[in-house]
Structure formats: C-alpha cells, structure tokens
C-alpha cells in the first residue's frame, strides 16, 4: 500500500524513561537519511496497520509486541506533492532480545535527546501524546523538503 506507513516509539522496560530510536543511516536515497525517527515502515497489501506495526517491529528489532496503544493518524504532504499517511502507536511491553537494523543503528534515549539531535520538527508535537500514551487523534503538516509550514490539530 504506497505512501501508508506504520511508526511506533518503544518505551524502555527498565529504564521507562527511555524509547527506542532509529538513526537511518544504511540506505540510499532515503528520505529519512540521518534523522531520527521511530521504529516503523510500509503497511503491506492485505495487512491492517495493527499487523504491520507487529511485522515491522519484529523485523526491525527482534522484538514482539505484547502491548501496543493506536495514538493517531498523522498524514504528511510536501509542496512537492509527496504524501503519507502514518498510523503512530505507543508500545509498552514486548519481549525478545534487540538485534541490528538494517536500515539504521538503534538507540534507547531519553525524550530530550532524541529533541536535540536530528529529526522531523513535526515528531515534536505528537510526541507530546505518544510519550504519555496519549491518543491525539489526527494531525497534519505540510512540508517545504526539511522546513514545517504547517500544523493541522482535529
């Protein structure tokens, strides 16, 4: 299903004030390449966003969800005419043993320093809700490449 996306932020069972991040950093012409972002990808065809974040936590980690909380929908657009669509979850338990990523390198960080290193500006504000695992609903932003010209809260 092109451009319909799955994102989820795990929070750390030891140290709960941590979640893990993805530094992408291994593949070419990546539209993430060298931001931080969560753990995540494409909702396959005949999958439903609640499988796909399963598949896509597995096969980017190792890990599998025991717990998950659905957070929202967030759908982003460029002046370009690029667009995605993002079902955002929290995730609070799982089990397994974190393995290498081939599409970036894992890191567990504390919400103030995932904000002081490179990602999406957008992240910043439904993280706000997924931190917490709180529900925001629908939001939308409108991106010129790397710049945030717009935020649209429902």
């Known amino acids: 299903m092109k451009n319909y996306f799955t994102l989820a932020y795990i929070r750390n ?9 993805l530094l992408r950093n ?10 931080y972002i969560g753990i995540g990808g494409h ?5 439903s966003p609640d499988q796909g974040i399963d598949r896509e ?21 460029d002046i370009s005419g690029y667009h995605e669509t993002m079902e955002v979850y929290y995730v609070d338990d799982y089990k397994g043993v974190l393995h290498e990523c081939n599409e970036g390198d ?4 504390y919400p103030q320093e995932f904000m002081d290193l490179p990602h999406w500006k ?31 809260k429902e």
Do not use: P
């Open 106 to 109: 894992l890191h567990w960080l």
């Open 57 to 77: 936590i597995f096969e980017e980690t190792g890990l599998i969800v025991k717990n998950k909380i659905h957070c929202g929908s967030v759908f982003y657009r």
């Open 26 to 35: 291994k593949k070419k012409n990546d539209i993430n390449k060298g931001k």
């Open 122 to 152: 957008a992240d910043e504000i439904f993280l706000d809700y997924v931190f917490q695992g709180k529900v925001f609903s629908k939001m939308s932003f409108l991106y010129d490449k790397d710049n945030l010209l717009e935020v649209v």
């Open 43 to 47: 909702v396959e065809e005949g999958e």
């Open 13 to 21: 069972l030891e140290d709960k004030e941590k979640f893990l991040f």
